[in-house]
């Protein structure tokens, strides 16, 4: 059962003590590839560093994360910018809008957000998509983006039904984590009416762990709570839920 996780941040500190071991787990439960989504400078280094050690299975991306856009988002821009002209990625992320912590950088964050989709176009990458208290307002950006070429993944989606179809009207997929076991999450009922085309799986490592490590520290090989849970919700066995997101997961980011 080959499970791709195509969101996890196993780069920073919190698996300083035992990333090896943790990456070991990963591969024991057949978690082929991690995906690394970027957030700023203070990471980028250690996002790639993790990527030269483990070749082929820790692949990065390249990005500004939303709660990362300050006073200093064009420096960091330009350093993403840079990245991509020394090498390529897989994707441009995570980007997107995150109006649950702090509005004060809105403006900058739709700014940022803007100058990632155009540098996921530039270079024929998808574009990873953090939403939180946003997701209306990321559906209007890639609307108003979406002509014909855009691709992506609006990750750790947990919105409403008519949010989804949007998200695929749009031809991105849903990127399912942890939330999906949270008793009163809605997202089974919301998933039970969807296929599984434009699904992918990912952890969010180290945050939002699956039940029944929910409030711990997450890390990749729970993805497979992820699919056992879907697997209960779209009443399929867990090796074709394994099949049909890694697939997804090979065809979206080319990997
Ligand atoms: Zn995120
Ligand atoms: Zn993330």
Excluded at 66 to 80: D, F, G, H, I, R
Excluded at 143 to 158: A, D, E, I, R
Aim: net charge negative.
């Amino acid at each position: 059962m080959s499970l791709i996780d195509t969101h996890c941040h196993i780069y920073s500190t919190e698996f300083d003590a035992d990333r090896s071991a943790m990456i070991a787990r990963a591969g024991d439960e057949d978690i082929i590839k991690m995906l690394m989504p970027a957030i700023d400078v203070s990471t980028h280094v250690h996002m790639l560093h993790l990527e030269q050690e483990f070749t082929e299975t820790c692949i990065s991306m390249m990005g500004l994360h939303p709660c990362s856009v300050k006073e200093t988002y064009v420096a960091e821009l330009k350093v993403v910018e840079q990245y991509f002209q020394e090498r390529s990625f897989i994707a441009v992320g995570e980007t997107g809008l995150d109006f649950y912590w702090d509005l004060s950088y809105a403006k900058e964050q739709y700014k940022a957000f803007q100058r990632q989709i155009d540098l996921a176009r530039e270079h024929d990458v998808p574009i990873v998509i953090h939403s939180r208290n946003s997701i209306d307002e990321c559906i209007d950006v890639i609307t108003q983006n979406q002509k014909g070429n855009l691709k992506g993944v609006f990750h750790c989606f947990s919105g409403s039904i008519g949010q989804a179809k949007k998200i695929i009207d749009l031809n991105f997929y849903l990127g399912i984590g942890g939330v999906l076991t949270f008793k009163k999450s809605g997202l089974d009922l919301v998933l039970a009416q969807l296929d599984l085309n434009n699904i992918v799986l990912e952890t969010d490592a180290p945050y939002l762990a699956p039940v029944p490590f929910r409030g711990k520290r997450n890390e990749c090989a729970y993805i497979k709570y992820v699919a056992q849970k879907l697997a209960l919700v779209k009443e399929l066995p867990v090796d074709e839920i394994a099949l049909k997101t890694t697939s997804n997961a090979r065809r979206l980011f080319n990997v």
